[in-house]
């Protein structure tokens, strides 16, 4: 600690450098922490946790095919299973094709979907019972009931696309979960219609098993019983259902990793450029302290430590930034938008934090090594000479 | 006849260029003991600097021996001579060589902080060195907003400050006007005789030299004369 005042006036010696390289610090911990924070966001369950012991049932193929209506009793008699309804996508179009008219549509069995599936969600009674009784209704997530502030009785129409059906719902109220991008409306709405899948297909099942244990056993033994028919099924957790539609982005984590590691290299040399040139020019007052007593480590620890106080000092304003500045900022432009789902769980956590702070120590000690064990191995003599 | 504080004997010290070897010092021979003020002079290149480094040990020996004290410096490894020197040896350079972003204070204080010292005993040691050379009043001014001659004051209370038995003085004046010289080889005469510090000092003006008690003159590496000065004569009476 007796040291830290030196080390402190070394980092700043030069201001003009030290605050061209922190923002080059701060810049890259901002960008890091932002897609850290997104990456996570995006695998990040919605039901944070709370859905562990709920499973999507999808066709084997992927989300293109349907599953049949006639499966939902074979699927019920599995032991474990204590409640399904089948979920379809049906995915039309609100008012017109711009990005922040865009809603999650998904119809359900109303029945049993907040009783017993979605049962972390909170729905009022009232507005459950209502929806239940109401054939055109649909309940919407709050956030989205409040983007569009909608009030109890509005009507909405939906245009329909590959399904060729032109809903005209009649909003009930709102339900607050992980995820309130979505509205819901009646499956029997779509049953009702003259669709090619009316009273034959579901889009998938969603379905809830009675214990955490049970759902690896409950999983194989869907899919098992399937696997010879004409829709065979491909049973997922919900943190995997979610995945998968990251993982239709392509390998997003691999290129945000990518981008990461090459910004941080570059990042590196920067700050090891900086620390290099600090060192260079100090070449006589290293001579002289070691002069004056300081060993080879001291001074290895003095640049060192210069090197890994201005990256943690960046670091630590490039996460506040990003946290306070950048953060909100991408969420409330996304939230207008179709990537609002994405942006539920998107916020600087507890793990991002220490991935900065673990960053930003290891890019300050990657940069300062070299000049510090140069500088270290310096001959005082030599030091001297320079101007001596 | 007591040892003296600083023996050397047959010390050689050859420095390597590419393949060529370049003999700065040779065969030397020389003692100085505990108390004694000595000036090292002769033309550049004589081998001046290189033999006050040696005694330093801040540089190593090629062949000979340096005892300081009864010990052999020229065996110590790099840590020990660290270690040493940061109780043993002062050392003041021609240009000053203060951390230019430290403060007075700071700057005197560096030395201590290789010690157990708590803060405020390494305060009163500082503010101790300061008033010796006279700059009680300048503790918290930076080098830059110091004269010439306060900047080499900070240094010798710098040199002075973990109170070392030697105090090496490489052209201590070398960069100072007439006054402001004067007043530092003043300084360095109290250092000797109030303190009773063990002065090594290498300077080229010959008025520098007749503070110390020796003259000690090298030529291509040799000792080429060893003298008491004016000043030592009347010492020594």
């Known amino acids: 600690m007796k040291y830290f005042s030196l080390i402190w006036k070394n980092v700043f010696r030069k201001k003009l450098r030290t605050t061209l390289t922190a923002l080059s610090i701060i810049l890259v911990l901002t960008l890091i922490v932002l897609l850290a924070s997104l990456l996570q966001a995006m695998q990040a369950d919605p039901s944070g946790g709370r859905g562990s012991n709920r499973l999507v049932v999808q066709h084997a193929t992927g989300l293109g095919n349907f599953l049949q209506l006639s499966q939902r009793q074979r699927i019920e008699q599995v032991p474990g299973v204590v409640a399904i309804s089948p979920e379809t996508w049906f995915g039309g179009v609100y008012k017109d094709d711009k990005p922040e008219n865009w809603i999650g549509q998904l119809t359900c069995d109303p029945d049993i979907y907040f009783d017993r599936i979605f049962d972390d969600a909170k729905i009022d009674p009232a507005v459950n019972a209502e929806w239940k009784a109401t054939r055109n209704g649909f309940v919407a997530g709050e956030t989205i009931a409040k983007k569009f502030g909608w009030r109890k009785g509005d009507r909405i129409i939906l245009k329909g696309t590959y399904i060729p059906l032109n809903p005209e719902l009649v909003y009930v109220g709102p339900y607050n979960a992980g995820d309130e991008s979505?509205?819901?409306?009646?499956?029997?709405?779509?049953?009702?219609?003259?669709?090619?899948?009316?009273?034959?297909?579901?889009?998938?099942?969603?379905?809830?098993?009675?214990?955490?244990?049970n759902v690896p056993r409950v999983a194989a033994a869907i899919d098992k019983m399937f696997e010879n028919s004409d829709t065979p099924t491909k049973t997922l957790t919900e943190k995997q259902f979610q995945l998968q539609f990251l993982e239709m982005m392509g390998n997003v984590k691999f290129l945000i990793n990518g981008i990461s590691l090459i910004v941080l290299f570059a990042l590196t040399l920067i700050v090891a450029n900086t620390i290099a040139m600090s060192a260079r020019e100090r070449v006589t007052e290293i001579a002289v302290m070691r002069t004056l007593g300081f060993g080879r480590g001291h001074i290895l620890g003095f640049i060192l430590s210069e090197s890994v106080v201005m990256a943690l000092l960046g670091g630590i304003v490039g996460v506040l930034i990003a946290r306070f500045l950048f953060i909100p900022a991408v969420v409330a432009i996304c939230n207008k938008t179709s990537l609002s789902v994405w942006m539920v769980n998107f916020r600087v956590s507890p793990e991002t934090w220490i991935l900065a702070t673990v960053v930003s120590v290891g890019v300050g000690i990657l940069a300062g090594v070299l000049p510090a064990v140069q500088s270290s191995r310096l001959n005082i003599v030599d030091g001297l000479r320079r101007v001596v | 006849m007591a040892e003296p504080l600083i023996r050397i004997e047959g010390l050689e010290k050859v420095y390597h260029r590419a393949a060529i070897e370049i003999p700065v010092l040779q065969g030397l021979n020389l003692a100085i003991p505990e108390g004694e003020y000595v000036a090292l002079m002769g033309p550049s290149g004589s081998g001046k600097t290189t033999l006050l480094n040696l005694i330093a040990g801040i540089d190593q020996p090629t062949r000979g021996r340096i005892f300081v004290g009864g010990r052999d410096i020229s065996t110590m490894s790099q840590t020990e001579l660290a270690s040493w020197r940061s109780h043993t040896i002062g050392?003041?350079?021609?240009l000053y060589n203060l951390l230019p972003v430290l403060t007075a204070f700071e700057n005197v204080e560096l030395p201590l902080l290789l010690t157990r010292l708590k803060r405020a005993e390494r305060r009163k040691h500082v503010e101790t060195a300061l008033t010796i050379v006279g700059l009680a009043d300048r503790v918290d001014h930076y080098p830059r907003q110091l004269s010439g001659g306060q900047e080499q004051r900070v240094a010798i209370a710098r040199a002075i400050v973990s109170d070392p038995t030697i105090l090496v003085a490489d052209e201590p004046t070398g960069d100072l006007d007439a006054k402001s010289g004067d007043e530092i080889l003043e300084l360095l005469r109290r250092l000797n005789e109030e303190f009773g510090k063990t002065i090594v000092m290498v300077t080229h003006d010959p008025k520098a030299a007749a503070r110390a008690h020796r003259m000690v003159h090298l030529d291509k590496g040799v000792l080429h004369a060893d003298e008491m000065t004016e000043t030592g004569s009347l010492r020594t009476r």
Request: charged share 15%; no cysteine; glycine share 8%.
């Open chain 2, 91 to 94: 050392f003041i350079f021609q």
């Open chain 1, 182 to 213: 979505n509205i819901f409306f009646h499956n029997e709405y779509l049953n009702q219609s003259n669709w090619f899948g009316a009273n034959k297909y579901t889009g998938l099942y969603y379905l809830k098993v009675d214990t955490g244990e």
